[in-house]
């Protein structure tokens, strides 16, 4: 069965580093998104990517952040400057095109510690 | 704005009996509504939805939702808890085609007893 994968699992990064995480979404999915799940949180959007640019963004996805579709596979979100509020689990997912259910479908995230 | 209410942080049931997880949402227009699952450590798995259609929607694992439009609920059942339905279910709202952001609610624990 299709899944989103994201790499790595775990990543610890100093202050003020930049940080990129990587995603590789399922192959014939048109939409790409990031959300992040601070720890005991509820899960919150931050981008949405369509079409090579990005369709919708949260006040938190502020000039920190960007994404980027580098390939015709991979999905990344780089933040820059890391602080320590950054700490989170950030998850990927994809969603099929139009007709297909819209459902999105998450990778297994990637928990970022900034120390 | 939207907004996604799960009202019961914790709901504890005994295996083999019925479970109901809640959700209430606020948006305005037509709502895509989804329940999806997380097990420690693991991503979000997708349950089931609704978009349009019979009010009752059936997904994996034996659960089933109801799109209740007067009372804007969508609560999640299950006829029988198994001791592995034991995770944290979320909620979620969409709108427009669904291919727009998920408003997620803040969860709910399920824990099932043997």
């Known amino acids: 069965e299709p899944e989103v994968t994201q790499t790595p699992s775990h990543q610890v990064t100093q202050m003020g580093q930049e940080v990129i995480l990587r995603c590789v979404p399922i192959?014939?999915?048109?939409?790409f998104y990031w959300y992040r799940q601070i720890l005991g949180q509820k899960v919150e959007f931050l981008v949405s990517f369509y079409n090579n640019e990005i369709s919708e963004k949260s006040e938190i996805f502020d000039d920190q952040f960007s994404v980027e579709r580098p390939d015709g596979s991979n999905f990344t979100l780089k933040i820059r400057s890391t602080k320590l509020e950054d700490s989170a689990m950030y998850f990927c997912?994809?969603?099929?095109?139009?007709?297909?259910?819209?459902?999105?479908?998450f990778g297994q995230g990637t928990r970022l510690t900034v120390v | 704005a939207q907004s996604v209410a799960q009202p019961e942080d914790q709901v504890n049931v005994a295996e083999g009996n019925p479970l109901t997880v809640k959700c209430t949402y606020s948006?305005?227009?037509?709502?895509?509504l989804f329940w999806y699952v997380q097990y420690p450590n693991r991503g979000l798995q997708f349950l089931l939805k609704?978009?349009?259609?019979?009010?009752l929607v059936k997904g994996s694992y034996g659960f089933e939702a109801e799109f209740n439009k007067s009372q804007t609920s969508f609560h999640l059942k299950k006829p029988s808890a198994l001791v592995s339905d034991s995770a944290l279910y979320f909620c979620?709202?969409?709108?427009?085609?669904?291919?727009?952001?998920?408003?997620f609610g803040a969860g709910t624990r399920l824990a099932v007893h043997p």
């Open positions: 979620a709202v969409s709108l427009s085609g669904g291919y727009n952001k998920l408003i």
């Open positions: 609704y978009i349009t259609g019979d009010n």
């Open positions: 997912a994809s969603s099929g095109p139009p007709g297909t259910g819209g459902e999105a479908f």
């Open positions: 192959s014939n999915h048109l939409y």
């Open positions: 948006v305005s227009g037509n709502p895509y």
